[in-house]
């Protein structure tokens, strides 16, 4: 008879909208989620039991035209912002690049 080896249940929160989850699944993931308190944006859950932060931060310089990633008011978001114990992770939000053909 082979074993069945189950994948480690990992549980995950949201520190700024108490939204909760569970993986189940072998090696390193991470568990993402649409934040109604971070202005809608897809923002990284922490483990269960891990002390921290998530923040979205606005973009500072003129946009002018160039294709930004935008909350649901239309306000451009720069980064998003993890900070734990152990260390600070970011996301960030680079402008996307277009051409035109002649």
């Known amino acids: 008879m082979i074993p069945v080896i ?15 989850d569970q993986t189940k699944i072998a090696g390193p993931h991470q568990r ?33 035209g160039e294709l930004v990633r935008t909350d649901p008011a239309g306000r451009p978001i720069m980064s998003i912002v993890t900070t734990r114990d152990e260390g600070t992770d970011c996301v960030v939000f680079a402008p996307t690049a277009r051409a035109q053909g002649a």
Not at 6 to 20: F, H, I, L
Not at 39 to 64: C, F, Q, W
């Open 6 to 20: 189950e994948p480690p249940v990992t549980d995950w929160y949201c520190p700024q909208c108490g939204a909760t």
């Open 32 to 64: 993402w989620h649409t934040c109604p308190k971070l202005r809608m944006m897809s923002t990284p859950m922490l483990h269960k039991g891990v002390a921290g932060k998530i923040e979205a931060r606005d973009r500072d310089d003129y946009v002018n």
